[in-house]
Each structure stands twice: as C-alpha cells, then as structure tokens.
C-alpha cells in the first residue's frame, strides 16, 4: 500500500512540474501566430486602402476641381502641371549626360591612351549621345529651350564637332514665319514658369558646383527675352532695323502689315532665301561665300558699333540669302523680336578697344575696357575675339590651329572664376552684344572664314567712331559731305596705322634675324619664337 501511495506521489509531483514548466517557443509562437497575422493583414490592407485611395482620390478631386474652374485657372494648372514635366526632363537629362560622362571617362575608358582610335572613337560616341539627349529634351520642352540650344550652335570652337552638328537641328525650329506669325495664349504664363524652372536648375547646379554661378544672368536678361513674347515690339524692332539699315541695299527686312498685326498676331512679307550657313545652295544659286560673309559681318558691325540698335539673335535660321537684283547676295534678317540697346558711351569705348586690339595696343586696350567697367583687360579682349591674342603678330587667323583651340578650351575650365568676374564687371547689354559677336564669328567659320572677321570689324569700328564724332559737333558737321570726309580720314588713319605696325615689325623681325646670321647676337627661345 506505501509502494503505491508513493509512485502515485511521485506521479503528481511530475505532473506539477510539467505544469510550472515554461512553454516552449514553438508552441507558443503557434498560439500566437493567428493573432499577430490577423493585425499584420489588417495593417496591410489599411496600407492598400490608403494607397488606391490617394492615388485613385487626387487625381479624381484634381479633375473635379479641373473640370469646375474657369478657363484661366484651367489654363495655369495645365501650365503648371506641363512645366513640372520640363523640369523633371531637365533633371532626368542632365542625370543621364553626367552619368553617361562618369561611366565612359572612369569606367569605360580606365587606363587607355587618350590619343588612342579606341578612346577617340567611344569619347565621340558619347558626346553624340549626349548631344542627341540634349536635343531631344530640347525639342520636347520647346520654347526656351530650343533658344538656349541654338545659343550654344555658336560656339563650334569650344564645344565637341558632334554637339555643333546635332544641335544645328535646333536652328530649324522657329515658328512658321512665312505670312503670319500667331502667339498662344499661354505663351506669358509658360515663359515665366519656364524662367522660375531654369532658376530652380541653376540653383542646384550651383550647389553642386559652387563656382558654376549663372543665375544672375538670367535674372539680368529675363526682361530682355520678355521681348519677345510682344509681337508689336517685334515689328516696332523691325521697321527701326530697316531704317537704319537702309543705307546697305543688300540688307532686306520683311515689310511689316499693322492692319493684321497685334501683340498676340504679326503679319510680314514673305521672303524666301536658303539659311547663310547652307554652302552647297549659296553655291547653287551661283553666290560668292565671300561676299555674303562680308555683308554679314558689316550689317551686324553696323549695328554694334554705330546705331548701338543690336539684333541680339543672329543664328544661321535668322538670316537668308539670295540672289539680289545686282546677282549678288542679298540678306533678308528674320525674327526681330530680341533686340539689345548699347548707349553711345559704351558704342564709343567698344569701338576704340576693337581698333587697339588689332593694332596690338596694349596701354589702349587696358584703358578703353577699363571705360567698359573690366579691369581684367587682357582676359576682357580674348574673349571679346573668341581667340588667343598674340602681341607679337598683328595677323588674327578667322580658324584656331589646334593647339589655340586647346588654349581656348583651357582658359574656359582653368580660368572659369576669372571669366564670371569678366562678365559680372561689364555692362549689361554686353552679353548678347557677345552673343551677336559670337554667333556671327560662328557663321563665318561654317562658311569657311572667307573674309577677315576682325579687320571688317575694326574699319566698321573705326567708321562708326567717326560717325558718332561728327554727329556730336553741332548742326553743320552733321551734314553727310562732312561726316562722309570725316569717316573717310578716320579709316585712313587706320589703315596707315595697321600698316605701319605691320612694316615695322616685319623690319624688325628682319634687322633681329641679320643680327643673328652675322653673329653679332644671340637670340633666346622667345625671340625665335618671335621670329619665327
């Protein structure tokens, strides 16, 4: 009986203990599982509800509020929907191009020979997907957009061949301006949201580089591209272009006619040409190059140095050739809407630093870009020419030779600080005086640099600087028999200056190197170079 009263003892004493045993985690977590999946479903589904409600939601209270406004509210939710699409392109294809950038120069092309065909070959490829990335974001934001790509067509001597060609895509893209122009409604609303958005872009571009710092140009010059969106400004630009252009008979401007004409509608003559830059059809339609260069650069030095009145938008789309009634070229300038004023002060000083560059005065040309407001005279000038200036040469050659180009490029990169303290010191109305300068320097060179660009330039200068002193002497020298003889010394002078600069360093380069075939002096590496 004790046997059995003590193994039913011990039973319930392990019993007891299986009892106050903790549960095992397994049969726990069993236990618990249904609940915890219950409250992770019910998150889960609320996540899924909220998701397809605002997505579902938003878009249906934005079309309800669409659909109840007025058309001018409608109009500025559509532009502002359509400008934050621009922006995000923007952002995508600048992303796209700097990736592009890092992966072939560190990735693809670690290691290899920069002079290699294998390296030329994918830096090209890149350049031209970079290119075509840009056009492409270009033609499908418009507007502003195909005016700043058409900007850099101009600087074919900084930029790779591959983006100049793809680009030149961009000049094709202006309105239809055959009879009638027509501006949209929306065009104000869009340009100024197209402004805030470059701004925006220029403000994380300067985050991310602090020196890259262009937001004031834009500030500076938004009012002056608001021009364009006033077609009877554009046509008040025209008929003041072709007055006082008049004197040149192979400059047309499109006939302006006000009865069909407001600020939102222009209606012109219709002109027809071929673009200044297409070669093959100047040479079809049997034209010199040469003269069509040259009464390019005149027209526009005309209007830089002397009527101070400066078409600040001179792309190859701009200006037509054709056969004028004398069979020689005739230009027919398009698209007056952009116009820049130059005040006669800054006419003058411009004048006499373009005339004291080609003479290689130096003390002149510190002293006429110190009236433009630069200190930095020498830096002020080679930018002015888009070229090297070389104070022992009094030549400027229209083509870079390489290793300019390469001097050009670098100053560009190395000197960029230097550059922006250029452009913030001088006046206002310089910057699209250089892009008139640039652009036409550009078209120049497509037409093979026919003509000597700066020595048109620095008679045009000189002219203009004689006009303008003849117009300030009182009522009898304004008479054209006096400002024609005045002009007429003033470039006289000129040319017996440059002339004179060119025989005495040809005399001294000579009278240097006699010296050294006799023996009688020894010459360092820069007087070779000199001589040379």
Known sequence: MARETTRALRLCLHHMALLRRPPHPAASLQRNRPFSSLREGKRR????????????????????????????????????????????RCLSVGLVISGDYWWTTNVALRGQDESSPSYLAKMSACHQRAAECMVGGALSNGGLYIKLGQGLCSFNHLLPPEYIRTLQILEDKALNRRYKEVQYIDLRDRFDGDIRTLEILLDVVKFMHPTFGFRWVLKDLKGTLGQELDFENEAKNSER????????????????????????????????????????????????????????????????????????????????????????????????????????????????????????????????????????????????????????????????????????????????????????????????????????????????????????????????????QAARTGVLPRLWVFRWVRTTWEGLKFELALRWEMAAMSLTRSFLGLLSYVGLVSLDADVYEYLR
């Open 241 to 468: 272009c072709a007055e006082e252009l008049k004197h040149f008979s192979f400059v047309v401007v499109p006939k302006v006619f006000w009865e069909q004409t407001s600020k939102r509608v222009m209606t012109a003559e219709f002109c027809d040409g071929c673009k200044i830059n297409d070669v093959e059809e100047i040479k079809r339609q049997g034209l010199s190059l040469k003269d069509a260069a040259d009464k390019l650069i005149r027209t526009f030095a005309e209007q830089i140095f002397y009527t101070g009145f400066i078409h600040a938008d001179p792309h190859p789309g701009n200006v037509l050739v054709r056969r004028g009634p004398d069979n020689k070229a005739q230009l027919v300038l398009l698209d007056h809407g952009l116009y820049q004023h130059l005040s006669q002060r800054d006419r003058v000083a411009l004048c006499k630093l373009w005339r004291s560059v080609v003479l290689r005065d130096e003390a002149a040309m510190e002293e006429h870009s110190k009236a433009l407001g630069v200190k930095e005279y020498f830096l002020f000038c080679e930018m002015l020419l888009q070229r090297p200036i070389n104070m022992r040469e009094l030549g400027l050659s229209n083509i870079l030779s390489r290793e300019e180009t390469t001097y050009m490029r670098e100053m560009a990169s190395e000197r960029f600080d230097s550059i922006m303290r250029v452009l913030k010191s001088m006046p206002r109305p310089m910057l699209l005086v250089f892009r008139n300068i640039n652009t036409v320097r550009s078209i120049n060179i497509s037409l093979g640099a026919p003509v000597d660009r700066y020595f048109v330039m620095a008679k045009s200068a000189v002219r203009g600087w004689g006009n303008i």
């Open 45 to 88: 589904g609320l996540l899924w509800k909220t998701l397809v409600g605002v997505s579902v939601g938003v878009p249906v209270a934005v079309g309800v509020r669409y659909a109840a406004s007025e058309p001018r509210d409608r109009r500025r939710m559509k532009i502002l929907t359509e400008g934050f699409g621009r922006f995000c």
